[in-house]
């Protein structure tokens, strides 16, 4: 917390006498809290002496306290100072915050933050050493700053060669201003850095983020190839400063058919028109030429290596794992649906989802570890956002910008039910789909129904009827047998779910027979590594 104190005057002993300080109730310190750290007593002919730092740094109550401030040598006469006050807290600075590019992930560290003071009339730098502070600082690698400044009008200006120069509006402290977060904007022509091709996706890189709306499948081409591609944002993320706005510096080619041949050549093509963020085109149009690993169909067998080949485990594939060349591959056993209403089941299923960031937490405890809440219930609306971030489209709910039918929703869920609905996720309640009742707590049956879709079954194509949701999800691995459960009516906790979504990640996607969990790993949403951690735990 942050406090302000005036100090006394005094003469005949330069002490600090507290006149007031506000802590919740609690007592001020005495006048004295550390007899043995006096003041020496002032020279009366020292009137006119330059100011000098004032600091002094006191427990008292198990409470640190560290004041700063000015004072003159000849009468004590300090200005108000701030004081912080921690009681197994951090003490909070302002102004402080980070300077971005592009999107707020994307943290500028090295650039030169300077604070200002006096307001727009009669701006001035402020004179920081006064208060054993640096002014102007530099963004760490995290690209925070962070100033404790007394009380007025505030300004922070950004400046990095080859960037614009940016400024925060004008603040008053108090209040506490600690998200004064400024984004810098760089005229430089972005540049792809590089590519990388699988049997699964093409990746492009650039080194700037990119204006998506420009990265299309007119100015992305892969010449030479005959089957269709999806284009995918690995890394889409929102303009803080116009959320409309999306941008991406990682881009997938992601092919219709599941894969790219294996030993495919390939010419990748990106035009020149596509733009960055700030709207700059990139120089000149960029081609390569893209390998698909592997040998291709039909050349006959590979000629016998003289050494044993490296070992290679194959993504997420079920087998090999902990095998070497020599040995045959070892099949894993099938994985076996969890029952969902096996606590022990519930608990791994919650770890191994939040692993992978497709499960998230209600907090976490004095530890840092996430807390569950396994036994509680779960909502519609929580419910929604779980199978979206299962899908691995929280990102692209959260940018969307179509509208929602659903009138009754929260302002948290607003993108969520608009992006579900625009994708077939959720219909609501009612046949006008104008109601969603979020708060209610989800059933068995409505949970069944919400993965199935996941799975690309959809009722409007008669792959299942609503009333019979938790039969079809039992026949498709998510729901095994577990009692009442099985009747769909129940309504279902959150350790209950994260059993049904894990069981949804080894099962089969309608008619393509992929299973989710490749499918997440193709574009990008879990890693190679995290899907074969995943297959280690669960298939045994």
Not at 21 to 44: A, I, N, Q, R, Y
Not at 264 to 284: D, I
Not at 486 to 505: E, H, P, S
């Amino acid at each position: 917390m942050i406090f302000a104190v005036v100090l006394s005057e005094g003469r005949n002993k330069a002490k600090s006498n507290f006149l007031k300080l506000t802590k919740g109730g609690s007592s001020p310190p005495p006048d004295d809290p550390d007899p043995e750290k006096k003041d020496p007593v002032p020279d009366p002919q020292s009137q006119n002496k330059p100011k000098t730092n004032y600091k002094r740094i006191f427990s008292y109550n198990n409470i640190t306290y560290t004041l700063r401030g000015l004072k003159r040598t000849s009468a004590a006469l300090l200005t108000p100072v701030i004081i912080f006050v921690c009681g197994g807290c951090t003490p909070i600075a302002d102004p402080s915050g980070y300077v971005y590019e592009a999107v707020a992930s994307n943290r500028l560290p090295g650039v030169t933050v300077t604070a200002y003071n006096g307001g727009a009339g009669s701006p001035a730098i402020w004179d920081a050493g006064q208060y054993d502070q640096g002014n102007p600082l530099i963004t760490d690698e995290k690209g925070l700053y962070a100033w404790d400044v007394p009380f007025g009008q505030w300004q922070v200006k950004a400046e990095k060669a080859g960037y614009e120069t940016a400024y925060s509006e004008w603040l008053p402290v108090p209040p506490p201003q600690t998200e004064v977060n400024i984004g810098m904007v760089s005229a430089a022509a972005p540049l792809v850095t590089g590519v990388k091709a699988s049997e699964y996706y093409i990746k492009i890189t650039f080194d700037k983020y990119m204006d998506t709306g420009t990265l299309t499948k007119q100015t992305v081409r892969l010449l030479g190839y005959s089957g269709g591609f999806d284009i995918v944002f690995a890394n889409a993320e929102a303009d803080p400063a116009n959320p409309s706005a999306v941008y991406a510096s990682v881009v997938r080619l992601a092919p219709k058919g599941g894969k790219f041949p294996s030993g495919e050549a390939l010419n990748l093509s990106v035009e020149a028109g596509v733009k960055s963020y700030a709207g700059v085109p990139m120089g000149g149009a960029y081609e390569t030429p893209v390998t698909v690993p592997g040998e291709p169909a039909g050349n006959g067998p590979s000629p016998t290596p003289t050494l044993a080949p490296p070992r290679v485990e194959p993504p997420y594939a079920g087998q090999s794992f902990g095998t070497s060349p020599a040995q045959p591959p070892t099949q894993l056993p099938p994985f076996k649906p969890l029952a969902a209403g096996d606590k022990n089941a519930q608990q791994r299923a919650a770890d191994a989802l939040y692993a992978l960031k497709l499960f998230a937490g209600t907090g976490t405890d004095a530890a840092g570890k996430p807390i569950y809440d396994l036994d509680k219930a779960l909502s519609r609306m929580e419910a929604l956002a779980f199978v979206i971030r299962l899908k691995g489209l929280e990102k692209e709910a959260q940018v969307f910008t179509g509208q929602n039918p659903f009138t009754d929703m929260p302002a948290w869920g607003d993108r969520y039910a608009a992006y579900a609905f625009s994708i077939g996720l959720a219909v609501g309640i009612n046949s006008a789909h104008t109601l969603f009742d979020p708060g209610r707590p989800v059933t068995a049956r409505e949970f069944s129904a919400f993965l199935l879709r996941v799975l690309k079954f959809y009722e409007k194509d008669s792959d299942f009827v609503f009333e019979g949701a938790a039969v079809k999800a039992s026949a498709a691995g998510i729901l095994p047998a577990a009692g009442a459960i099985m009747d769909g009516g129940q309504n279902i906790t959150r350790g209950n779910a994260a059993v049904m979504m894990l069981n949804a990640l080894f099962a089969q996607e309608n008619r393509s027979g992929a299973k989710l969990l490749d499918n997440l790993v193709k574009y990008g949403t879990v890693t190679e590594t995290g899907a074969r951690e995943l297959q280690k735990q669960f298939r045994n």
